[in-house]
């Protein structure tokens, strides 16, 4: 009875501590945008939003290809039946 009592409070002292970190660094993030943001207008630039530059033809162009049949070396050859 005390052994789950304790495996449960310590479960959700994981749980918090796991929240408060999500918290902690959503914070940091609102923090740093909301700055650069100020900064930027400051300045007299526009805010832009982060972006990510992602082509997703390039992924298949970029992977390294199939080597040809001729490449293939000491196989034995076995007939399925």
Request: aromatic share 8%; glycine share 8%.
């Amino acid at each position: 009875m005390i052994l789950r009592l304790l495996l449960s409070l310590g479960i959700f002292a994981v749980g918090l501590m796991l929240a408060a970190g999500m918290l902690v660094a959503s914070v940091v993030l609102l923090a740093s945008w909301s700055v650069r943001a100020l900064w930027l207008k400051l300045t007299g630039r526009r805010v832009t939003p982060f972006t990510v530059r992602f082509k997703p033809r390039e992924a298949f162009r970029t992977a390294p290809r199939r080597s040809s049949g001729g490449d293939v070396i000491d196989v034995e050859a076995r007939h399925l039946s």
